[in-house]
């Protein structure tokens, strides 16, 4: 199958604003429910929330410094599902409001940021604190777990790149490299031992700590922001979400763009594949989330019931969990309100290295 056929453009939302599933063009529509959350409402302002990467522990972070790890399981009666939370942990000892968290690949460790700059690793068994940053020299805008060892990597706001670990009680900083100010996100790549970095002005860097080079690719979008990014299992394909609500679908090895998905009207927040990387499941600031098919133009799109989607992930073949937040939510540095641009198709990319 050519990369054209296995990449056509989905099927645009009708034209009404409804929230169900659009109608296919003579093929099955996709089959998808999106799991309603209320039920895992925590007492206060939600100010930020990340889920596990098995979707089993959901961390919310409150006003008054404290994050709330709980223990999730699905409930599925036919087409319908459900999510019930069990033991909640209280994570206490952070100065500032908690503003960005992730959970390391396992689940085991939670690390979390505060308006305070000071960054702490916890056991979310036991709800102790392993080991502590007292001040970060910025605010962290992304974290990305390695999933072979017991370090990660942070990229901040003033622009650079960091690879950290747990040195005792103390969290410390063993790579560090400038790249551009200001950087907003960063994953692993699932087979390479680089982080892969978003920036605000339409860049995406690939960075290999161990030989300290990187590439620069520049999608030129007139875009404000990279605001999340995503990579097929085997790393072939890596998707951008841009703050206009844009979604570009790049072949890694052409480096070329195989097709722009155009149905959201504000930042993206979250990106996820399916296992087998056939669906692309989308959260955004619009209040909504996104199912895009692959392998048929059909697409489903539902508004959440509360603010914006922070996060979406698959839980099975047929069961997609977005979390959301009311607004307002960011308690970091502070975020402009994103403007829809017209966007035209980029025309290439450059690079200031090769691995």
Request: with cysteine.
């Amino acid at each position: 199958m050519s990369e054209s056929e296995m990449f056509k453009q989905p099927k645009e939302e009708n034209a009404t604003g409804s929230t169900g599933s659009t109608g296919s063009t003579g093929e099955e529509s996709l089959k998808a429910t999106f799991v309603a959350a209320s039920g895992l409402y925590v007492g206060g302002d939600a100010l930020c929330a990340s889920l596990s990467e098995e979707t089993s522990l959901l961390a919310v972070a409150k006003a008054d410094c404290s994050v709330h790890v709980l223990r999730l399981k699905l409930h599925v009666s036919g087409a319908n599902a459900d999510w019930t939370h069990g033991e909640t942990t209280t994570l206490s000892g952070h100065q500032g409001a908690v503003y960005l968290g992730s959970f390391s690949t396992d689940g085991s460790q939670l690390l979390t940021c505060s308006t305070a700059l000071d960054m702490r690793m916890w056991n979310v068994q036991s709800g102790s604190c392993l080991a502590f940053c007292r001040q970060t020299p910025s605010f962290i805008r992304g974290i990305a777990f390695i999933s072979y060892a017991c370090s990660y990597a942070t990229v901040e706001d003033i622009g650079y790149a960091s690879i950290w670990r747990a040195d005792g009680e103390k969290i410390v900083c063993t790579k560090r490299v400038f790249q551009e100010q200001e950087l907003t996100v960063c994953i692993f790549h699932p087979k390479m031992k680089y982080v892969v970095s978003g920036s605000a002005s339409s860049k995406i860097r690939i960075w290999d700590p161990a030989r300290d080079r990187y590439t620069t690719d520049i999608i030129d979008f007139n875009s404000k922001s990279i605001t999340a990014l995503a990579f097929t299992t085997c790393g072939s394909y890596m998707v951008a979400g841009v703050a206009e609500g844009q979604i570009i679908l790049r072949n890694m090895n052409s480096k070329l763009v195989v097709c722009i998905f155009r149905q959201h009207t504000a930042a993206i927040t979250s990106m996820a594949f399916d296992r087998d990387n056939c669906r692309l499941a989308v959260g955004s600031r619009d209040a909504k989330m996104s199912v895009w098919d692959f392998g048929a133009p059909a697409m489903e799109s539902r508004a959440s019931d509360c603010g914006r989607v922070l996060q979406v992930r698959f839980v099975s073949d047929s069961h997609l969990v977005g979390i959301c937040v009311n607004e307002p939510q960011f308690v970091g540095p502070q975020e402009e309100e994103s403007i829809p641009l017209p966007l035209e198709a980029p025309t290439g990319s450059s690079s200031t290295g090769d691995f």
